[in-house]
């Protein structure tokens, strides 16, 4: 059964979407991509700036002028990121985020609408990874930010979060001026993350790629979207980003969030990570400080004065540890050492017992790590190949009932895993 999003693009149906600049109250300015004179002017106003390819990218800069006449020292400019538009079909494109921030700390920024969402009215996150009519666009944007640095000899902090925090990774890795840049709960793949919106914007950005490789059995799944982002060509996966010398991190990821595990985890799968502290992680080149912290249930954004303080402090250039280790005193919930097996080197000791008792098998782990996020799985196996799966859980024990072949061999094995997806298991005979 094909799923409703991907009946629409059979008609390739996008529903599109009308900007409407003057809701912003700004002056509106057109240019290209190619010449950027037009943001010399350090004037605030809406810049639409139509590309090589045709499509227009809109940005919005504010507060510019000041940096003509700022010290050396202190002419930073903020660059931000949208993440999900929420209820995106009730507004309006474009979308920007970061100006009221940018206003509390009094500083400049550059905001960008992400065009993939400003096309079609239906499309709530993009990750400004591109589109069929405009698959540069990543580029395009790194080339504004750089040319704005350039001009006005400023120093970049760049942010964003979950999506954002995604187009913050990825335009690291193609501007070449200085940047620090602060993300929380980033997707660090964008085939990892939900299915149904990798597929809307499959179908709304890639049509002719999308179309291509779906087939009446396909299943809408990681394997399939990485198929499909594999031939359009543009960079969607950053767990193997490289970062030039003059870029630094601080990413934080909120401890209880799904992230953890399908974004956080593979970022840090490739060794050479290092332990700063019970929930500070450091990369293998010291560029970035991860930071696990708890500060409120699953997805959840960090509260407006956390970022605040945090871009406040990358402005007076605080070294990342310092700020991560303000984080974990200050905003913090969670007590425990975050369980890292790779990062520690560690294999846990796991001892497994089981007994069987009126047609019901009992299953207790015990392990010697008591780390912050270890869960277990459960599995029972017959010798005829069939397995009983109790899926991840924090509890150490499991409940089967005794399968119909009783009298043959069974074997129970756990899985227990850090928060990472690094697992051990221990088998054990009935």
């Known amino acids: 059964v094909i799923s409703k999003v991907s009946q629409d693009i059979l008609v390739n149906k996008v529903v599109a979407d009308v900007p409407d600049y003057s809701r912003l109250k700004l002056p509106f300015v057109t240019g290209t991509v190619e010449n950027l004179s037009v943001l010399a002017t350090g004037q605030d106003a809406i810049f639409s700036l139509k590309s090589q390819s045709g499509s227009t990218l809109d940005v919005l800069a504010l507060g510019l002028s000041r940096l003509k006449t700022s010290q050396h020292e202190d002419r930073v400019l903020l660059v931000s990121f949208n993440g999900a538009v929420a209820g995106r079909e009730k507004y309006t494109a474009p979308f920007f985020s970061g100006s009221g921030m940018a206003k509390r700390l009094d500083l400049p920024v550059l905001a960008f609408a992400d065009p993939a969402i400003t096309r079609d009215k239906s499309l709530s996150l993009g990750w400004y990874a591109g589109f069929e009519d405009y698959p540069q666009l990543t580029h395009d944007i790194a080339t504004i930010v750089d040319w704005v640095a350039a001009h006005y000899n400023a120093r970049l902090v760049v942010f964003g979060g979950s999506g954002g925090g995604f187009a913050t990774l990825n335009m690291l890795s193609f501007i070449k001026a200085q940047a620090s840049a602060f993300i929380w709960n980033p997707q660090t793949s964008i085939s990892e993350y939900a299915p149904p919106l990798v597929e809307h914007y499959l179908k709304s950005a890639f049509p002719t790629a999308f179309f291509n490789t779906l087939t009446a059995d396909a299943k809408m799944n990681n394997v399939f979207f990485r198929s499909v982002l594999d031939k359009v060509g543009i960079t969607y996966d950053l767990t193997q980003a490289v970062y030039s010398d003059n870029k630094q991190i ?136 069939n397995k009983y799966v109790n899926w991840y859980t924090p509890e150490p024990y499991r409940c089967f009932d005794v399968p119909d072949a009783f009298n043959e061999k069974l074997t129970m094995t756990v899985y227990v895993s850090d928060p990472l997806g690094v697992k051990f298991t221990k088998s054990v005979s009935l």
Request: with cysteine; glycine share 6%; charged share 15%.
């Open 250 to 385: 601080l990413y934080i990821q909120n401890s209880s969030d799904h992230h953890v595990l399908n974004h956080a985890g593979p970022f840090m799968s490739h060794g050479g990570w290092g332990r700063q502290s019970d929930r500070v992680f450091t990369s293998p080149t010291k560029q970035t400080t991860l930071w696990f912290g708890l500060w409120g249930e699953g997805h959840a954004t960090p509260e407006a004065d956390v970022i605040y303080n945090v871009l406040q402090q990358m402005v007076s250039q605080l070294p990342l540890a310092e700020i991560a280790n303000y984080l974990d005193q200050k905003h913090n919930t969670l007590d425990a050492k975050f369980c890292a097996f790779s990062v520690d080197n560690v294999t846990p000791q796991i001892e497994l017992a089981c007994c069987i008792n009126d047609q019901r098998i009992a299953a207790v782990a015990l392990t010697d790590i008591d780390d912050f996020g270890l869960t277990y799985a459960f599995q029972l196996t017959d010798n005829r190949g």
